[in-house]
């Protein structure tokens, strides 16, 4: 599955993300609610860059940050809906 299939905004069941479920989105990262929950990990978020880049030695560093402010916040407000005693990224 490519994540840059589902932000050019093609929606179907092999993707896994519909526009309804974005939940953050600016100039350059986007944040879903993935479709598919993993049952031990209820709250699945996905934080992706909303340009391709073949691989993270080629994201420019202001991706990079963005991507992990954007974690820490939806982390922080998951941490608060869910009372769980953690999180976890990948």
């Given at each position: ?5 589902g ?9 896994l993300?519909?526009?309804a ?9 986007t ?5 598919f929950w ?15 880049f073949e ?27 869910y009372k ?7």
């Open positions: 599955m490519s994540l840059c299939i932000l050019n905004g093609i929606e179907n069941e092999d993707t993300l519909m526009q479920d974005e939940v953050y989105k600016d100039d350059l990262v944040a879903y609610i993935n479709s993993i049952p031990t990990c209820e709250g699945h978020v996905i934080v992706v860059p909303n340009e391709h691989n993270i030695y080629e994201m420019p560093e202001e991706y990079g940050h963005r991507v992990f402010e954007v974690v820490k916040k939806i982390s922080i407000a998951m941490k608060k809906a769980c005693d953690g999180i976890t990224t990948r």
